[in-house]
């Protein structure tokens, strides 16, 4: 049986990088990116180098030819962190969402999964941590910062496509993921007895294994259609985590993501060491 032909945008970033080895291992992927290393300065294997922000979509037309699904975890990041180039830099990454998901759907791509962020629902994080407000699902979004301002538009192109475009065309199905803490070493960076930060980092974590099941399932369920019958839908990124703030209850329900792993079993050592330089004992 011949494998899912999946386009990976973004290929040599963080995101990716945790993505790349299962989906290697599963379907024929085609990787783009601006820059061919990774990070580390190491080069990414099989990756083409494409400028996913031009406006001319033949140029890289080809790469989207015949694709099953795109995964687009693209970003243009800006140096510059004053509010004006800020801004202008967020307005540049919906320009490049559109660009990926208009030739997509111009190709023929069946879904989209693509990378988005818990900072679409940042604006409640503060009064979740402290208990204010209840689990905060998929549906709510606010954010108080540019960057989740951007992804809560860059999640509603996504309704625009998946809704059939603008004239009740061909939908690309959709589905946004708010990816949380998926790096290892955040409890471990966060000042001993710092019990908000500790709070934060098991509330946020997805391992590897994860976030990898949770892109494929995201890929291949069959059918991921809303309650009113249309194809989009957004999760959160996270493990099953014993202190979640987040709901992933939607993501089980429609995909069957079942995740395997917990922040407070995986870093058991680590929360006793927060807990005992914060003068206090764990139960």
């Not at 061919?36 to 083409?48: F, H, I, P, S």
């Not at 204010?132 to 979004?141: E, F, I, L, S």
């Not at 509603?156 to 790096?183: D, F, T």
């Not at 908000?196 to 892109?215: E, P, T």
């Amino acid at each position: 049986m011949s494998k899912r032909k999946v386009v990976l945008t973004g290929a040599s970033g963080t995101i990716a990088s945790v993505l790349l080895p299962a989906l290697r291992e599963r379907y024929d992927l085609t990787l783009l990116d601006a820059r061919a290393k990774d990070r580390n300065g190491v080069e990414v294997e099989g990756l083409q180098v494409v400028d996913l922000m031009n406006k001319d979509r033949d140029s890289y037309r080809q790469f989207f030819t015949g694709a099953d699904a795109v995964v687009h975890c693209a970003y243009y990041r800006v140096q510059d962190q004053g509010d004006d180039a800020y801004f202008s830099s967020e307005l540049e990454n919906l320009q490049l969402a559109y660009n990926v998901y208009q030739v997509a759907w111009e190709e023929g791509a069946r879904r989209l999964v693509a990378a988005s962020t818990n900072h679409a629902a940042d604006f409640y994080e503060n009064y979740a941590l402290a208990g204010r407000v209840p689990m905060v699902t998929p549906d709510q979004n606010a954010s108080d910062n540019w960057y989740g301002w951007a992804k809560i538009a860059f999640e509603q192109i996504g309704q625009v496509y998946a809704s059939g475009v603008s004239h009740n065309e061909r939908p690309l199905e959709n589905v946004q993921i708010r990816i949380g803490g998926p790096r290892e070493t955040d409890l471990a960076e966060a000042p001993l007895g710092d019990l908000r930060r500790m709070r934060r980092a098991l509330a946020v974590y997805i391992s590897q294994r994860d976030m990898s099941q949770l892109f494929i399932k995201s890929i291949e369920t069959e059918d991921i259609s809303d309650d009113l019958g249309v194809p989009f839908q957004i999760f959160y990124g996270i493990s099953a985590n014993s202190h979640a703030i987040w709901s992933i209850a939607k993501a089980r329900r429609v995909i069957g993501y079942a995740p395997q792993d917990n922040s407070e079993e995986r870093f058991f050592d680590l929360i006793q060491a927060h807990m005992k330089a914060a003068g206090k004992t764990s139960g």
